[in-house]
């Protein structure tokens, strides 16, 4: 019974970052809500962090958060001395001057692409998030014939999107 999902007034973001590679590192979940009320990451992957702010999408606030997660979750750290490239989509939040200016003091360089552009531009729009996409309707089909009549509240959501970002962000995946 799909209505039970359409009519969920939850929302969740999941920032991701993959490395040439074939490496990833831990999701970010921004969930809509005025405030954290409880971990409802507790199902997802180890290292995983999250948030809550009034709408589910990345603010300037959000990416900053991200980055400070960005650092600690990479293996060998990032820091002046040892600094990482990133590329993103030209977003407004991602290329604000006091968020460039964090980036420089972490140790962070960043490409941007033309906004609204990354769907085109960016290939794991094809290798990694379309995979995504199809697991994560596969778990929520599944959570839906183990819980009916149940509608699913954020720390499902979080759980279906853990699970489906482990099938996504395979080695294969990632690298094409």
Not at 1 to 13: D, G, H, N, Q, V
Not at 50 to 78: D, I, P
Not at 108 to 127: C, G, M, N
Request: net charge positive; glycine share 6%.
């Amino acid at each position: 019974m799909s209505y039970i999902i359409l009519k969920s007034r939850e929302w969740m973001t999941i920032l991701c970052c993959v490395n040439a590679s074939g490496q990833s590192i831990p999701g970010f979940y921004l969930f809509k809500g005025k405030r954290q009320l409880q971990n409802y990451i507790l199902k997802c992957e180890q290292g995983a962090c999250m948030t809550a702010q009034q709408h589910a999408c990345v603010t300037k606030e959000y990416f900053l958060n991200w980055l400070h997660h960005f650092k600690r979750s990479v293996l060998g750290g990032v820091s002046p001395n040892n600094i990482h490239f990133l590329i993103f989509d030209g977003h407004g939040n991602h290329v604000a001057l006091p968020t460039i200016q964090e980036e420089r003091m972490l140790g962070i360089d960043l490409l941007t692409l033309l906004a609204h552009t990354s769907h085109k531009l960016q290939p794991l729009d094809v290798s990694v998030f379309s995979p995504f996409k199809t697991y994560f309707k596969s778990e929520r089909a599944a959570w839906i014939a183990r819980f009916p009549n149940v509608e699913i509240r954020r720390e499902g959501l979080a759980e279906i999107g853990s699970k489906s970002l482990a099938k996504a962000l395979t080695i294969p995946n990632i690298v094409a």
